[in-house]
């Protein structure tokens, strides 16, 4: 997978949209977008498996998860944010097939995009 390298991260307003964008370096069989807050422990977002999309109850409806092949780049487009969406967002990958949002089904990770959301 190599290195992962998180962008679009920001400052919105409830109700607000956002666009993450994760570069890989090739393409790896299961993909996932994590978040994170000093309060909270690292939370699974989206995944994105074999070209399955799974995601959080707490997104579900709000986010999307998509990969662009020719371009190598993961994206979570994160509309009607709420301020609970507030956190560093990671991106990360594995080689092998994924069923879960855990964070150590996965082995390679970026360095994290902050968003904040406020109202």
């Known amino acids: 997978q190599g290195q992962l390298q998180e962008s679009g991260g920001g400052s919105v307003q409830v109700g607000g949209s956002l666009r993450l964008s994760c570069q890989f370096s090739?393409?790896?069989?299961?993909m996932a977008w994590f978040r994170q807050t000093v309060e909270k422990q690292r939370e699974g977002v989206a995944s994105?498996?074999?070209?399955?999309?799974r995601y959080s109850s707490s997104v579900s409806g709000r986010f999307a998860i998509s990969y662009d092949s020719a371009k190598n780049i993961l994206y979570l487009q994160m509309n009607n944010l709420k301020v609970d969406d507030t956190g560093l967002y990671y991106c990360?990958?594995?080689?092998?097939?994924?069923?879960?949002?855990?964070?150590?089904?996965?082995?390679?990770w970026g360095q994290g995009t902050q968003v904040t959301v406020s109202s």
């Open positions: 994105l498996v074999d070209s399955w999309p």
């Open positions: 990360a990958a594995a080689r092998k097939q994924v069923l879960d949002l855990l964070p150590r089904s996965f082995t390679h």
């Open positions: 090739t393409t790896s069989r299961s």
